[in-house]
Structure formats: C-alpha cells, structure tokens
C-alpha cells in the first residue's frame, strides 16, 4: 500500500498553518504533564495498524516534532467519501493518562476539490486537552488526500487552542483537497453538524 503525494496537499498544510497559527505549538502544549513519549506512540501505533505500520514511525515523529508531546491520543476506525461536499464518521478511545479511557465518535462535513471515499484506521495525537469534556466540540482545518489503493496521511485541527492531529492509514480511492471540521461527541450521531 502506498500513498501518492500530491503538491496541493504541501499548499493545503500551508494554508492550515497560516490559517490556524499551527506553525508553532504554545509552550503550554509541552509543559502539561501526562504526556506521552514518541517511543511510547509509535509502539501503540505500530500494535494498532498491524501490518500496514511501516511509514508510521516518520509520520508520527514529525508530528512530534511540529507539535511536541501529547497529553492524548485517540485510536480508533473512520470512513468518508466525499463529490466535492463531504462526510467523514468515525468512533474510538480517547486515551490520558491523568483521565484514563473514554469512548468518542466524530462526525464532520468537508467542502472543496474533493472526490472518492476511504475507510481508515485513525490515530488522533491531542495537544493542550485541559479535561475529556474539552474535546467534544468542532475542530477545523484544511485536509489535503491521495490514495490509491492506500497509505498514510498526517492532518491538523484546531479549536480553543487545543489541537487534534490524526494520522490515518486508510484504504480506497481519494484525490482532492478540502476545508471542514469533525465534531466530537460523546455519542453517536448522524448529523455531522
């Protein structure tokens, strides 16, 4: 499996920094205790997305390395499919170290030059989560896929300076650069608004 780097993805990661401010993570998001180790994610990840995990480790390094150490990660399943406007769901846990395990779904809708569908195995690295109820609100960005057959991809979100960062191996057939948000909620919904 493999994924194909596409150079609006660079321009789409591009606007998501200036848009968001996400080239530099507050200070805060390294100094809040019960974080975790890059060591410590790229093993949980490597159990996670089994054999599939060989670009996990540069994934999640750079992601280390752009944002610091979470104090979060979520592990869990998504699917999406998108003609220009569309849908991504998703369920899985949220893991802290300090508030232990809870269940979370996401929903969210996506606009822009957008087209297939993909169900994958997602990662979600959680940065400056002050409590679990924190998390359940909407979190913006810009996402940028290429898939053919699958791969991984890395994307930013942000919301009340908290910020999300999936790292997704998916499968299926997707091109095309969008904006959205992804509602967590406690629950599970169909209405990704």
């Known amino acids: 499996m493999r994924k194909i780097v596409v150079p609006n993805f660079a321009f789409a990661l591009a606007v998501l920094a200036a ?3 996400l080239l530099a993570v507050p ?3 390294q100094d809040r205790g019960g974080t975790y180790s890059t060591q410590e994610l790229v093993h949980t990840g490597h159990k996670f997305f089994g054999s599939v995990s060989g670009g996990l480790a ?3 390094e750079h992601a280390v ?7 979060g990660y979520i ?3 998504e699917g999406s499919g998108a003609i220009v406007g569309g849908l991504r769901y998703g369920e899985g846990q949220l893991n802290t170290r300090d508030r232990g395990k809870t269940k979370v779904y996401w929903q969210g809708p996506s606009i822009g030059w957008d087209f297939g569908g993909e ?7 959680v940065y400056n ?7 359940f609100q909407r979190f913006g960005g810009v996402d940028g896929s290429a898939y053919f057959i699958g791969g991984f ?3 930013a979100l942000v919301a009340d300076r908290i910020y999300v960062v999936p790292v997704r191996a998916g499968v299926g057939l997707r091109l095309g650069v969008n904006l959205g948000y992804l509602k967590f909620t406690p629950r599970a919904t169909w209405n990704p608004f």
């Open 19 to 21: 848009v968001c401010g």
């Open 27 to 29: 200070a805060s998001a």
């Open 58 to 60: 540069t994934v999640i």
């Open 65 to 71: 390395s752009r944002y610091g150490q979470p104090n």
């Open 75 to 77: 592990l869990g399943e």
């Open 119 to 125: 169900g994958a195995r997602t990662m979600m690295l």
């Open 129 to 135: 989560l002050p409590s679990v109820d924190a998390l």
């Open 153 to 155: 991809g890395m994307t």
